[in-house]
C-alpha cells in the first residue's frame, strides 16, 4: 500500500503552483471546450447523491451514454473487460446469467437459493437473481461499477461490489431518437426513445428496443424439433416511465420495465482427443439437440422523493419477476432442462442530507426484501440414463445501514472522515424433492427441507484528504458479507445442512487526480481483501451432485489504475490496467486441505485496455468520431481445479461515426462498428465435463448504427 501512498506525494508535485484555491475551468457536456482544453467533469451517485468521480473517496467507474454506444453495452454481460478488476463470462448453464467476479470474489454457479457476491441495482432496486441479465435494459444513461465490500449505502450487503444501471429519467421537453443497426450473422436492431410532456408537472418517457441475430455456431441437428443456432438471439425491453412533481418538495417517479430474452444457449465444445475440433468451432453436429431457451423479466418501480430542505427522504418500491426456461447441451455429453421462476418485492427507505453547516454529511436506509422462488432441473444423459430434482424457496432479508461524512475544522477543511454502519438479518428456507435419478436410485422421492437465519453487523471507516483542490487521497477499512445458503445440486444430506455466510474484511488506499490544468486525470487504487468463510463449491459422488462448503480463507491483493489524458485538440486517450494476486489460505473438505491444489477462478494477474479518440471539428458534412480500443487479460482459471486453466487474449474493437448531420429536423449520426476486429479465436472458460471442453469467444462482429435524434 505504499505504493499509493508514494504515488500521492509524486502527484502531488505536479500540481500546478495555482491549484491551491484556484477556480478550475469544467468542460460541460455539449459545449465546445476546444479552448479550454480540459476533460469533462464526471458526476456520479455512487454514494446517493450527486458528485464528481474525482471527489468521491471509493473505487468506482462509471460509463456515460455515449460510451455505453461506443462501446455496445445493454446488459451486465456486456460489461466484461470494460472496467478494472471485473470478469465475467455466460454461466455454464445458462449464457443469460453470468459468472461475475469484482477483485477475484464472485460464483461459477447461479441458483435461486444462494445470493451472488456482487449486488447488481436498475435504479435503485436490487435484481435479486442473476438469470436474466443477458436481457436487455432500456434507456440506459451510465453504469457505475463500485469495486470493493458494499453495504453502509446499499440495499444488499456483498463482499465483492456493486452494479448500478442507471436510466433516464421523464424530462420537461420533448425528444425522440430513433436507432437503426444491421450487421453480420444477420444482426438487425432497432432502439426508439421519445420523452413527451403531459402537463406542466408531468413527463413521460417510453423506450423500446428489438433486436436479433442468427447464432454464431451451426446447430446441425435436423431431426429433432424447436431446434436453435448457438448464440442466437431475439430481444426485447420496454420501459415505460412517468414522472410528476407533485409539490415543490416532492416528486414522484414510476416506472414499468419488461425484456424477453429468447436464444440459443452457448455452445461447448470438446478441446482434448482425437474428435477435438481445430480452434474456433463454428458448427456442430449436435445428435441430442438444443431447443430454444426463453426468459421473461418485469418490473414495477415507484420512487418518491421529497426535498425537507437540508435533506432529501426517498422510499423505492418495487416488485420484480422472473421465468426462465432454459435449454443447455453439454458438448453432446448430455442435455439440460432447467425452469426457474422468481417474485421479489422490496422497500427501502433513504434519508440523504447535511448537517451543522454542511459540515456533515450522511446517508441513512431501511431495507427490506422478500423472494419467492420455485426451480426445476431435469438432466438426460442418454434414454435410461437421467437425474430430475426441485428446489421451493423463500428468503428475507432486512438490514438499517448508514454512514456519516465529518469535515474536520483543520487543515484548511481538507480532511473528512467517513463512519459506516450496517445491521443484517437474513432467513432463507428452502425444500429439495429428489424426483427421478438413475444415478442415486435410492434418493428417488426424497424431500428435505432445510431452513437458516443470519445475522451481521458490518463497520466501515474512511479517511479522505484532499492535498490540492485537483489531488486527493482516501484510506478505507471496510467489512462485507454474503449470507448462507443452500446449494440445489446438493446429495440428500448436504441439502438440508446447507452452509454459512461468508464474510471479508477490506483494506484500500487510493489517490485521484486531475493534472496539467485536467488534462490528465490518473486514479489508483491498491487494496487487500481477506475473506473467512469462504464458500466454495466441491463436487461429490456421483458427479451430478455438489455442495456448497464454509472450506476456505483466502486473500486478494491488487492494484487499479485508470488514465484518461487529452492529448491534443480532439484527441483522447483512456487506459485502465489491474493486477490481482489471489491465493487460498485454506480450503479444507472433509478435514483434508486441498489450498495447495487449488486456484482462485476468474482472477487473471494483469488486466486491462487502452483506447484511443478521435474527434473532429465541424465540418459541412458532421463532426467526425473515431474510436479505436484493445481489451486483454491473462490467463486465468475457470473454476478451482488445474484443468480449468484459460489462456489469456486480447481483442480489438473500432467505431467510425459521423456525428451531427443536420436534418430538416433534428440531427443524424451514422457509424460503422466491429468487435473482434482482427477475427482473434480465443477462449473464454474451460470446464470438465468428463471431458475437457471449452466456451469460445465470439468471432468479428460487424454492423453500422443509423441514429436520428429530434
Do not use: C
Not at 451486465?76 to 445458462?94: Q, R
Not at 420455485?374 to 438432466?379: A, F, N, P, Q, V
Request: no cysteine.
Amino acid at each position: 500500500m505504499t505504493l499509493v501512498m508514494a504515488l500521492a506525494t509524486a502527484i502531488a508535485g505536479m500540481a500546478p503552483t495555482h491549484a491551491l484555491g484556484a477556480t478550475a475551468n469544467k468542460a460541460v457536456p455539449g459545449v465546445d471546450m476546444s479552448s479550454t482544453m480540459a476533460l469533462e467533469e464526471i458526476i456520479v451517485t455512487a454514494e446517493k447523491r450527486e458528485e464528481s468521480l474525482q471527489k468521491v473517496p471509493i473505487a468506482v467507474s462509471a460509463i456515460s451514454t455515449r460510451e455505453l454506444e461506443n462501446l455496445r453495452v445493454a446488459n451486465v454481460m456486456d460489461m466484461m473487460n470494460k472496467v478494472p478488476s471485473v470478469n465475467l463470462v455466460p454461466f455454464t448453464g445458462n449464457r443469460a446469467a453470468p459468472n461475475l467476479f469484482i477483485r477475484g470474489m464472485g460464483g461459477t454457479d447461479t441458483q435461486t437459493t444462494k445470493d451472488g457476491a456482487t449486488g447488481i441495482y436498475v435504479d435503485g432496486v436490487l435484481v435479486g437473481r442473476g438469470t436474466g441479465l443477458a436481457a436487455d435494459v432500456a434507456d440506459l444513461e451510465r453504469v457505475e461499477v463500485l469495486r470493493g465490500p458494499q453495504g453502509t449505502l446499499y440495499g444488499r450487503n456483498t463482499s465483492a461490489g456493486a452494479i448500478n444501471f442507471i436510466t433516464r429519467k421523464p424530462e420537461k421537453d420533448f425528444s425522440f431518437e430513433q436507432q437503426l443497426t444491421v450487421g453480420n450473422y444477420d444482426l438487425f436492431a432497432s432502439r426508439t426513445k421519445v420523452n413527451v410532456p403531459l402537463a406542466e408537472n408531468l413527463y413521460t418517457r417510453f423506450s423500446y428496443m428489438r433486436s436479433s441475430n442468427d447464432g454464431w455456431v451451426k446447430n446441425n441437428n435436423a431431426t429433432l424439433s424447436n431446434q436453435a443456432d448457438f448464440n442466437e438471439d431475439e430481444k426485447e425491453a420496454m420501459k415505460l416511465a412517468f414522472r410528476l412533481l407533485a409539490t415543490d418538495k416532492l416528486t414522484v417517479d414510476y416506472s414499468l420495465d419488461s425484456s424477453k430474452l429468447d436464444y440459443g444457449n452457448l455452445s461447448y465444445q470438446i478441446i482434448q482427443g482425437a474428435t477435438a475440433p481445430n480452434g474456433r468451432q463454428m458448427s456442430a453436429p449436435v445428435v441430442k439437440g438444443l431447443p430454444l431457451s426463453k426468459a421473461n423479466i418485469s418490473g414495477h418501480n415507484l420512487t418518491l422523493s421529497w426535498d425537507l430542505g437540508t435533506a432529501v427522504l426517498k422510499s423505492i418500491t418495487a416488485y420484480r419477476k422472473l421465468d426462465s426456461e432454459s435449454y443447455q447441451n453439454y458438448a453432446d455429453i448430455f442435455t439440460q432442462l432447467r425452469l426457474e421462476n422468481q417474485d421479489q418485492v422490496s422497500q427501502e427507505f433513504q434519508l440523504v442530507g447535511d448537517a451543522f453547516g454542511k459540515r456533515v454529511s450522511y446517508v441513512a436506509g431501511l431495507f427490506y426484501y422478500k423472494e419467492e422462488s420455485d426451480e426445476l432441473s431435469t438432466s438426460t444423459y442418454n434414454p435410461t440414463l437421467a437425474d430430475a430434482w426441485s428446489v421451493k424457496a423463500t428468503s428475507k432479508s432486512t438490514a438499517l445501514y448508514g454512514q456519516a461524512t465529518w469535515k474536520l475544522p483543520i487543515l484548511d477543511d481538507r480532511l473528512r472522515l467517513t463512519l459506516g454502519v450496517r445491521e443484517t438479518h437474513d432467513e432463507r428456507e428452502a425444500v429439495k424433492t429428489f424426483i427421478a435419478s438413475n444415478f442415486s436410485p435410492s434418493s428417488n422421492g426424497t424431500i428435505v427441507p432445510g431452513n437458516k437465519s443470519f445475522s451481521k453487523f458490518n463497520p466501515s471507516l474512511t479517511a479522505d484528504y484532499a492535498f490540492t483542490d485537483d489531488i486527493s487521497g482516501y484510506a478505507k477499512i471496510a467489512t462485507g458479507y454474503r449470507a448462507g445458503g443452500f446449494n440445489v445440486r446438493s446429495t440428500p444430506s448436504g441439502f438440508g445442512q446447507g452452509f454459512n455466510q461468508e464474510n471479508v474484511r477490506a483494506y484500500e488506499l487510493g489517490v485521484k487526480s486531475d493534472l496539467l490544468d485536467k488534462r490528465l486525470r490518473l486514479n489508483v487504487a491498491t487494496f487487500v481483501n481477506r475473506y473467512s468463510d469462504l464458500q466454495v463449491d466441491q463436487v461429490r459422488t456421483p458427479p451430478i451432485f455438489t455442495d456448497t462448503l464454509n472450506a476456505g480463507k483466502a486473500e486478494v491483493k491488487g492494484v487499479e489504475v485508470e488514465v484518461t489524458a487529452l492529448l491534443a485538440q480532439g484527441l483522447t486517450a483512456n487506459v485502465f490496467y489491474s493486477y490481482l494476486d489471489g491465493k487460498y489460505k485454506s480450503y479444507l473438505d472433509n478435514g483434508v486441505e486441498l489450498a495447495d491444489s487449488k486456484h482462485m477462478p476468474f482472477t487473471p494477474k494483469n488486466q486491462g485496455g487502452a483506447g484511443l479518440q478521435y474527434a473532429s471539428g465541424m465540418t459541412p458534412y458532421g463532426k467526425l468520431i473515431v474510436n479505436l480500443d484493445y481489451k486483454w487479460q491473462d490467463e486465468w482459471y475457470s473454476g478451482p481445479n488445474a484443468n480449468t486453466l484459460t489462456d489469456g487474449y486480447g481483442v480489438w474493437n473500432a467505431r467510425v461515426q459521423l456525428a451531427n448531420i443536420r436534418a430538416a429536423q433534428g440531427t443524424v449520426r451514422v457509424a460503422l462498428w466491429s468487435k473482434n476486429l482482427t477475427d482473434r479465436q480465443y477462449r473464454i472458460a474451460t470446464t470438465n465435463l468428463g471431458l475437457l471442453s471449452a466456451q469460445y469467444g465470439e468471432p468479428r462482429m460487424t454492423g453500422l448504427d443509423l441514429i436520428y435524434e429530434y
